[in-house]
């Protein structure tokens, strides 16, 4: 398996540290508001890199931060008068039901920034005892940036050609203007704990750092988030550590690349801004998902609205396949004898694991691992429309199943699709007018229709067909003749 490292710049092959197993961070949100479409695409493509390793054999522990104490949580509470921690509480949970509405896996281990105090001042410590921070006259501490001869390893930045100011705050406590706050002291209404240098709260630079040594242990296998982390936030971490602990943090480094809609940059200024929230409440999940794994992970991705529909369409048509496929091999009216048409279809069955597993191995290139999918849903559909009356169930339940195993390997998980669609209650009475139907089963009803409708056409009584045909149709469903006869679906998409 190869995979991207942003330290290094090239693709490496992954050896874990440990024979089997994967510690994997990724960093959480601000918990301040919704989280906008550009965050869901990182979570989800590191939730679809955490699903592929699972299925490679590996027994992976992921964690995930939330920031709840910070400057845009801070100033959102003055905003609405309310207390920060009854923001930060809001958005938290706001994050956790989208991301469970995403189908983002939860992770192992959720660590809270107001929860881990201790943790971080314990690393501060260690690094002032080093000689790589500093306390400041008004009670901040600073890590020394130039204290680390390593600085800039991640970003390949070079502090001699950055200007300050530059994704840099500067003030007059610190002795570098590159040095970054490793605790801030605290201000009037402003949450804050008590600590060797001050009341105060942590900086943002200090909470992943110290979480991941605390619960994963220094280095970890792959450390992942955004591309606007790469610097400073992911720098600063890695120089914490290497001065804390004398170690690397991560051994592997992995960046999503930015998003766009519609051709520009996302802002409320344009009125573009999309919260996954928003993208939701108008678009299956899976739709969403399958829409933005068609651009590679580490690739810049134009979510383009318009193609919504499409992505739609696109798992429609993935499901169909799937029951028709379990439709046709329960309904057979017998099991054929395996030929070559069989032979073929098994042999694509093969090919298109085979496949998803090589893009997949490929640093996770989920458009390759699409491509193989629908493959293998093109050809299940031409072996069932080549395949007469006769079917052989085994190849047919392979692609069904193996359709189902690939799409849950990127979270689009199509499980509990059957070989029918739910029917409508109305169907019965629609049965009893014309079939002479004495039950009280949707499905039952719904056979005794076709058999009616069959009866009909047999003996070319085409009134009685079309008015078969035409009630069925008012209940919103289509008759589909297949080789295994005939059964009901719906006409229209349903959310």
Not at 8 to 15: A, C, Q
Not at 119 to 145: C, E, H, K, R, W
Not at 295 to 322: K, M, N, P, W
Request: hydrophobic letters at 40%.
């Amino acid at each position: 398996m190869l995979i991207y490292n942003s330290q290094t710049h090239r693709k490496e092959e992954f050896r874990p540290m440990e024979e089997g197993k994967v510690r994997m961070y990724v960093c959480g949100p601000t918990v301040y508001d919704q989280i906008h479409i550009g965050n869901a695409r990182t979570f989800l493509a590191f939730d679809v890199i955490r699903r592929y390793l699972v299925y490679r054999g590996y027994q992976v522990t992921f964690a995930q931060n939330l920031t709840d104490v910070d400057d845009k949580i801070i100033n959102r509470a003055n905003e609405e008068g309310r207390a920060a921690a009854d923001v930060s509480e809001q958005y938290a949970k706001a994050f956790i039901e989208q991301m469970r509405r995403f189908g983002i896996l939860d992770p192992d281990v959720r660590p809270r920034a107001t929860h881990e105090v201790e943790a971080m001042q314990d690393m501060i410590s260690t690094l002032i005892a080093n000689g790589n921070a500093y306390v400041a006259a008004n009670g901040d501490v600073y890590f020394s940036v130039r204290s680390d001869a390593s600085y800039g390893m991640l970003s390949g930045r070079d502090l001699n050609q950055l200007r300050a100011g530059e994704r840099v705050e500067v003030n007059d406590e610190k002795r570098d203007p590159f040095d970054f706050a490793l605790w801030k002291a605290a201000k009037p209404g402003e949450p804050s704990w008590p600590s060797p240098w001050g009341e105060g709260r942590p900086g943002w630079h200090t909470e992943c750092c110290a979480m991941i040594h605390r619960y994963l242990g220094a280095p970890i296998d792959i450390h992942g988030g955004g591309q606007d982390l790469v610097f400073p936030h992911h720098e600063n971490e890695c120089a914490q550590a290497r001065c804390a602990w004398h170690a690397p943090l991560a051994n592997l480094w992995m960046h999503t690349g930015m998003l766009r809609v519609n051709g520009e940059k996302m802002s409320k200024s344009l009125g573009n801004f999309l919260t996954l929230k928003d993208v939701l409440d108008r678009c299956p999940a899976h739709a969403v998902r399958l829409l933005m794994l068609q651009t590679h992970y580490r690739s810049a991705l134009d979510f383009q609205t318009d193609q919504l529909d499409g992505a739609v369409g696109t798992v429609e048509r993935l499901t169909s396949c799937i029951k028709n496929l379990r439709w046709a091999a329960r309904n057979a009216p017998q099991d054929g004898a395996f030929d070559d048409t069989d032979r073929a279809l098994t042999a694509v069955c093969k090919e298109a694991q085979a496949e998803f597993t090589r893009q997949m191995d490929d640093d996770f290139n989920t458009s390759g691992a699409l491509a193989a999918i629908f493959s293998l849903m093109g050809a299940a559909n031409t072996y069932l429309a080549d395949a007469g009356g006769a079917l052989t169930t085994a190849p047919v339940l392979r692609a069904a199943d193996l359709l189902v195993e690939l799409l849950g390997v990127l979270g689009i998980d199509l499980g509990e699709v059957g070989g029918q669609d739910e029917l409508p209650f109305e169907l019965v009475g629609l049965a009893r007018e014309h079939a002479d139907y004495a039950g009280d089963d949707a499905q039952g009803a719904a056979d005794a229709l076709l058999a009616a409708r069959q009866e009909a056409r047999a003996a070319r009584d085409w009134a009685r067909a079309d008015a078969i045909r035409d009630g069925i149709a008012s209940l919103g469903l289509v008759v589909e003749d297949t080789a295994a006869g005939a059964r009901l679906r719906p006409s229209k998409r349903r959310a």
